[in-house]
DNA sequence: TTTAAATGCTACACGCAAGTGGTATTTAAT
DNA sequence: ATTAAATACCACTTGCGTGTAGCATTTAAA
């Protein structure tokens, strides 16, 4: 799987929110924290913003907090959002034909391990991300 | 998952060769037949026959073969040296730190089904793909 | 009402994977 | 030797994910 940076990023952000009690996160404190590129990350932001999972506060005093309850976002969404993730589910050989009843020689094996990982991602939310562990960077 | 499309073609030419009993592949004959484009796949098998992987014979009647046998090419020697295959390794969201001893807040569940991809890759064969699916493009 | 601290937007730059074009080289058949 | 069928090489182009720069806009506090 090897997500996209972007998708990195925002999981890295969203991971970082839950697991703080900071009520408001400024684009500042999350780039110096998080290690994300400063415009980059006010881009993503303000995606998941327009895509209603953060909500941002522009101002003085502004910054971003979640825009619902963390445990109606799925991985899933967060990543499908940023990049797509319909190329997860593909055939690894590349075979748009290949499939279940059609298996290219890789498919039997490749697929179930695949599909954990979908199954993962979409079955997982944002607050299960809670963790003992402060995650620094 | 997602490997990068270059892999995607070098295991869809290996696993295409595998399964026919053809002693000398030209360039021209997987290109049509596999859905590659003309000089990127030629550049690539140039890349695998340097690599020690298939042996190229140039001149009329020339074409790549297996440079030696199949069962000692595994999944994963192909993706290394296409791409690079350290990068399936990494933690899902980019800590450099994350390990078993020091797990981010995906670790525990993405470890193993990134593990089983790994492991899968670096166990099977190209001969393992011998099948008798006829597989087209 | 001015200022400062914040986000939003638009356009551009960079790097790398993917793909293309043209020519050179090799080799078997005639 | 000549020709035709094949691979090799080199440089260029394209597309896209990633990253950067500058200015506009919003808003709370003084």
């Known amino acids: ?3 996209s940076k972007t998708s990195e ?35 993503l932001m303000t995606n998941l913003s327009k895509k209603g999972f953060v909500k941002s506060v522009q101002g003085r ?29 593909g055939c690894i050989l590349g075979f748009s034909s290949c499939s279940d009843d059609n298996p290219c020689a890789l498919h039997n094996k490749y697929a179930s391990i695949r599909d954990q990982l ?11 991300l809670k963790s003992n562990e402060a995650l620094k960077f």
């Open 9 to 43: 990023y925002a999981l890295r952000i969203l991971s970082f929110m839950i697991n703080s009690d900071v009520e408001i996160f400024s684009a500042n404190y999350l780039i110096k924290t998080l290690n994300v590129p400063d415009k980059y990350l006010r881009r």
């Open 118 to 128: 979908i199954t993962f991602l979409s079955t997982t939310t944002i607050s299960e």
């Open 61 to 89: 005093d502004g910054g971003y907090t979640f825009a619902k309850n963390a445990d109606s976002i799925y991985l899933s969404d967060i990543i499908d959002a940023v990049e797509g993730i319909d190329k997860y589910r």
């Open 1 to 3: 799987m090897r997500l």
